[in-house]
């Protein structure tokens, strides 16, 4: 019992600190009785407040040999090897060592600490998933092109008509423009995570370049039989925004809103949202008829990878998953938000972002973390005038 009479002198200080600790954290005598469990290891193994080590040993039982771990532990002079197990939906590492008392310098108990390592577990998966589908997106285009270049070089002993060659030539330059764009996405995570991505906002016609986008995808959608609307409300005030970043922004959500539609439409909506009959920025919504988001993993989407992370590529659809990264890095360095709503699965999904008005962003500087409005204020109805269907 050494070790409670150690414990004893500074118990409250003590006990406090490894109470408040984010791992969990057993401590036992040499005689195997429980001295303590704290807050976080009553939390992962649902024990009640004052557990026996007979109650620990059970919720672990089949996970981990508590007895076994322990008896090792107190003989050998070094820490044992980190063993990792499953909890429940948590992925631990649990690492034992002795407790020698001070003067004599014998074994007196054993701690035993548990280490939630289930988020880094998770990213390593989503990184090595992650690297996987890079691996097969390079690949898949550049043997296309090799292909297509091989056939052409036959094309001097005349094994390759004009039509053919047309044909490998136009598969060339999608191919290379598809790994291109995968690339530049590449980058701009790169310049991200460098504090090196620029934003050059500057007054302009946020109307005249969604619709000029929108246009732009309207052959994609026709190929897939899906209608495309835009409508703009009245009096759209001058925006605050990057002329180029915008059209990346509106190009993210409008081929994703057309890769994730089999049937439908693409409906694209911008209004000035108003308080008290004053503008106070333009919200802008893309919203599809497709496979939808379950509610738990709409947040995840806007996150590195997150496309991955959240499944939407169940669907047969590969995504890098950093489109919708960029797309957010973008929005939020011009002054915006942006978020999601869905129905959930199969009830397709509605996509928001705000763009600053140009009358305040010239006279004050923008605070990315000032108040932005409410996502709880959707774009519902309001006057507008259709202006290009397909």
């Known amino acids: 019992m050494l070790l409670q009479d150690v414990l004893e002198n500074e118990k409250g200080r003590l006990v406090q600190a490894l109470e408040s600790l984010s791992d969990g954290v057993l401590m036992a005598s040499t005689g195997y009785q429980l001295i303590l469990a704290n807050k976080k290891l009553r939390e992962i193994l649902r024990l009640g407040e004052n557990p026996k080590i007979f109650d620990v040993a059970s919720a672990l039982s089949g996970k981990l040999d508590l007895r076994t771990k322990m008896e090792e532990a107190i003989q050998r002079p070094e820490p044992l090897p980190v063993e990792e197990i499953e909890i429940g939906d948590k992925i631990l590492s649990v690492s034992a060592s002795r407790v020698l008392f001070g003067r004599t310098q014998k074994p007196i108990g054993v701690v035993v600490m548990f280490h939630d390592v289930t988020d880094a577990k998770s990213l390593e998966k989503l990184r090595q998933d ?5 691996v097969h997106e390079l690949r898949a285009p550049l043997t296309s092109i090799k292909s297509a270049v091989e056939m052409i070089e036959g094309a001097g002993s005349g094994r390759v008509s004009s039509d053919d060659l047309a044909k490998y030539l136009a598969t060339i330059d999608s191919t ?5 764009e995968l690339v530049s996405d590449l980058l701009d995570v790169a310049k991200v995570e460098a504090g090196k991505f620029d934003v050059i906002c500057d007054d ?6 969604v619709l000029e986008r929108v246009e732009s995808f309207k052959p994609l959608a026709a190929a897939k039989n899906l209608r495309v609307e835009v409508s703009f ?4 005030p001058r925006a605050w925004f990057d002329k180029v970043r915008i059209k990346q922004v509106m190009n993210n959500l409008l ?8 049937t439908g439409s693409i409906t694209v909506k911008v209004v000035a949202q108003k308080v008290n009959g004053q503008a106070i920025d333009i919200l802008v919504a893309v919203a599809d008829t497709g496979i939808g ?22 669907a047969g659809l590969k995504s890098s998953g950093l489109g919708l990264y960029i797309t957010k890095k973008i929005v939020e360095a011009a002054g915006g938000k942006i978020w999601v709503e869905s129905a959930g699965p199969g009830r ?10 140009a009358a305040n962003a010239r006279n004050l500087a923008i605070d990315q973390n000032s108040a932005i409005p409410s996502r709880e204020r959707p774009i519902k109805n309001f006057t507008s005038q259709k202006v290009g269907q397909a």
């Open 130 to 134: 992650f690297i996987t589908m890079m």
């Open 176 to 180: 290379s423009e598809t790994m291109l």
């Open 204 to 209: 302009g016609d946020l109307a005249e370049v």
């Open 233 to 236: 409300g009245e009096d759209l």
């Open 255 to 262: 081929s994703n809103a057309i890769k994730y539609t089999d």
């Open 293 to 314: 988001i379950a509610p738990e993993a709409a947040a995840r989407l806007f996150s590195k990878f997150g496309q991955l992370e959240s499944g939407r590529n169940k």
């Open 348 to 357: 397709g999904s509605t996509f928001f972002f705000t763009v600053s008005l």
